[in-house]
C-alpha cells in the first residue's frame, strides 16, 4: 500500500514544480517593440509589423501598431530576424539582420515614407 502513496506524492511533487520550470523556460525569450511614425513625426495606428527567421517554427510572427503607434512582438526564439513594416499608402520598411539574443527586447522605431509599395 505504501506504493501508491508514493506515486500520488510524486504526481503531486510534479505538478507543484512545473509552473517554476515552465516559466524559467519563458525568460529566455527576446521580443521586438518601438513606435511607427510617419516623416512628419505622427505616429501611425495599424502598422503591421512582421518578425520573420528560421529560427521560429511559424517563419513569420506578426502584430499591429496601436493608436500611439506602438507595437511588441513577445516571446521571440534568440536568432537572426527581418522586420517588415507595411501599411498601404506608405512604403514599407524592411531591417534585415536584426540580432536578438535571450531575455533581450530590441528597440526598433520606423519612420514609414508616404508612397508606393516599392521594397527596400
Known sequence: MRWPISIGAGGVLCLILMPPMAWAQGTSAASVAGTVKDTSGAVLPGVTVEAASPVLIEKVRSAVSDEKGEYRIIELRPGTYT??????????????????????????????????????
Open 83 to 120: 522586420v517588415t513594416f507595411t501599411l498601404p499608402g506608405f512604403a514599407p520598411f524592411k531591417r534585415d539582420g536584426l540580432e536578438l539574443t535571450p531575455s533581450f527586447t530590441a528597440t526598433l522605431n520606423v519612420e514609414l515614407k508616404v508612397g508606393g509599395s516599392r521594397r527596400r
